[in-house]
Each structure stands twice: as structure tokens, then as C-alpha cells.
């Protein structure tokens, strides 16, 4: 099996946001700077939400 790092590129200030993260927290205030858009793991393709589920309790990036 291969190891899939997902992210999330912020649409307004382009800071990437760990897919993970957004899996374990479901809404994220983007880290950026000066930035107010909120992120919600529902953002993320359907594939990529699945595989971040099933990955919940072997893998974590902090
Ligand atoms: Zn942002």
C-alpha cells in the first residue's frame, strides 16, 4: 500500500492545510496570515476523504 500525503491549498492565500488536520478537526480556521476562510474537510474529493478515513488510526502527520 502507498502512503498518500493529502493536503488542502487554501484558495485565498494559498497555505497548504494537512489533510489529516481537516480529518481530525472537520472545520479549520486557515492558518494563514491575515486569512479568514474557514476549511471543512467535506472540501476534499470524495477519494481523497475516504483514504484519509481509513488511514485515521495507522497514520498521522502533525
Ligand atoms: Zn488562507
Known amino acids: 500500500m502507498t ?3 493529502i493536503t488542502h ?3 485565498r ?3 497548504i492545510v494537512g489533510g489529516n488536520v481537516l480529518e481530525r478537526n ?3 480556521k486557515c492558518p494563514g496570515l491575515n486569512c479568514s476562510r474557514v476549511h471543512e474537510f467535506r472540501e476534499l474529493p470524495a477519494d481523497d476523504r475516504e483514504y ?3 488511514q485515521t488510526e495507522t497514520y ?3
Open 3 to 5: 502512503l498518500r500525503i
Open 9 to 11: 491549498r487554501c484558495d
Open 13 to 15: 492565500c494559498g497555505t
Open 26 to 28: 472537520r472545520t479549520l
Open 52 to 54: 484519509l478515513t481509513s
Open 60 to 62: 498521522s502527520i502533525e
